[in-house]
Structures are given as structure tokens and as C-alpha cells.
T-cell receptor, first 117, second 117 residues
Framework: GAGVSQSPSNKVTEKGKDVELRCDPISGHTALYWYRQRLGQGLEFLIYFQGNSAPDKSGLPSDRFSAERTGESVSTLTIQRTQQEDSAVYLCASSLNPGLLNTGELFFGEGSRLTVL | AQKVTQAQTEISVVEKEDVTLDCVYE???????LFWYKQPPSGELVFLIR??????QNEISGRYSWNFQKSTSSFNFTITASQVVDSAVYFC??????????????FGKGTMLLVSP
């Protein structure tokens, strides 16, 4: 597609339920990033993919969070046993080159707003 | 640790006023990049500019200009003759080299700019 697409755009769930958030990056972009944006806060790095591999998962806040990427394309961020503090906007971004020192910018989707009741 | 500080949480101006958004950063990297992104109400972050640490020339793009001062670790953003469409949250970001050999971005908390007619 023309841009990064994320779904769902809004998700309301009950505490304890699992949720899956999907990201379709720009075609051909090898690098894919997940960020979390809590209300009134900056963006918090979660995980990065180079192709289908995740070289660094240290940004994931707990073991309830996991992510995968297949076909060097779609990525899914899964949050198990959701807690109220997981409420945030989850943003996905992609770029042509994983080394930000060599490329222009990240292209962001519009985010998935997660509300945990 | 990397850090980006945007001290202004919210700025309100009247159309046609000039406005400057402040950004101060901390890094131990000798080579790094600084970015500004705009986040309109739709939620999608839009890339505005990237500046590398070796280029301290100020840059102007239309009504936008950026002042990079390495001596004070600042990368300020000025909008001249502001317009209502400039209303958004603006994020300053700093590239961060990770151990796995790639880079990601450390974001400030953002400055909300409200331009009234």
C-alpha cells in the first residue's frame, strides 16, 4: 500500500483478555518498528524487526508482550492478559534501511488505540 | 542514556504569529541524527526534518526553520507566520545506536501547538 496500515484503529478490551495488533508496512521496507505512546507522553520503543528477525526485544515492557513478522511484511504485536496500564496508542513504523544513520526517516501508521477496562 | 527534553508541553498562538519549539538532547554518541515529527489529530506522525551531528547549518523550508546548536545540545524549530493547519503535537527525536547494530529513535514528550484564527 501507499503507507503504513494498522488495524484495528481502536480496540476496547477487558482486563485479562489477549489482544493482537496488526501492522502492514510499506512494501519493500525491510525495517519495522513498534512504539507505544501513552497519553501525554512521547513514543516508547518496543521492538524492531529487520526482515523477519527481531534483533532487539529489550524494549518490550514485560513477557506478556510479543511480536512476530512474517514474509518480511506483516507484523503482529500480541499482548496477553492485558492490564489497564497497557492502555495506549501502539504505533508501527517502517523504513527502507534499518540503520537510521543512513536513511531519511521512519514512516508511521496512524496507530492502534488500545483501551483496557 | 539518551534523552530528549521538550520543556514546552503546550503553546497557544494566534495565526500569523511566529513560534519556536524547543528541544534539548543528551547523548554520548559522537555521530547521531536529530529529527522533528509532526503528529496531527489523525495520529500519524509525519517526518519534517533530519539533521546529522556534523552539520550545524541552519535550515529553512518554507515557513519552517531549524536551529541546531551543538554547543548547547539544542535543536529548536521555528514556524513563521503560523497557520491553523500547523496545530498539532510536535516531537523532537534523537537517533540511538543499539547494541545489535541498528538504530532507533528516542522521542521527547512532544509539544502541543494550538494556533487559533
Amino acid at each position: 500500500g501507499a503507507g503504513v496500515s494498522q488495524s484495528p484503529s481502536n480496540k476496547v478490551t477487558e482486563k485479562g483478555k489477549d489482544v493482537e495488533l496488526r501492522c502492514d508496512p510499506i512494501s519493500g521496507h525491510t525495517a519495522l518498528y513498534w512504539y507505544r505512546q501513552r497519553l501525554g507522553q512521547g513514543l516508547e520503543f518496543l521492538i524492531y524487526f529487520q526482515g523477519n528477525s527481531a534483533p532487539d526485544k529489550s524494549g518490550l515492557p514485560s513477557d506478556r508482550f510479543s511480536a512476530e513478522r512474517t514474509g518480511e511484511s506483516v507484523s503482529t504485536l500480541t499482548i496477553q492478559r492485558t492490564q489497564q496500564e497497557d492502555s495506549a496508542v501502539y504505533l508501527c513504523a517502517s523504513s527502507l534501511n534499518p540503520g537510521l544513520l543512513n536513511t531519511g526517516e521512519l514512516f508511521f501508521g496512524e496507530g492502534s488505540r488500545l483501551t483496557v477496562l | 542514556a539518551q534523552k530528549v527534553t521538550q520543556a514546552q508541553t503546550e503553546i497557544s498562538v494566534v495565526e500569523k504569529e511566529d513560534v519556536t519549539l524547543d528541544c534539548v538532547y543528551e547523548t554520548r554518541d559522537t555521530t547521531y541524527y536529530l529529527f522533528w515529527y509532526k503528529q496531527p489529530p489523525s495520529g500519524e506522525l509525519v517526518f519534517l526534518i533530519r539533521r546529522n551531528s556534523f552539520d550545524e547549518q541552519n535550515e529553512i523550508s518554507g515557513r519552517y526553520s531549524w536551529n541546531f546548536q551543538k554547543s548547547t545540545s539544542s535543536f529548536n524549530f521555528t514556524i513563521t507566520a503560523s497557520q491553523v493547519v500547523d496545530s498539532a503535537v510536535y516531537f523532537c527525536a534523537l537517533s540511538e545506536a543499539r547494541n545489535s547494530g541498528y538504530s532507533t529513535l528516542t522521542f521527547g514528550k512532544g509539544t502541543m501547538l494550538l494556533v487559533s484564527p
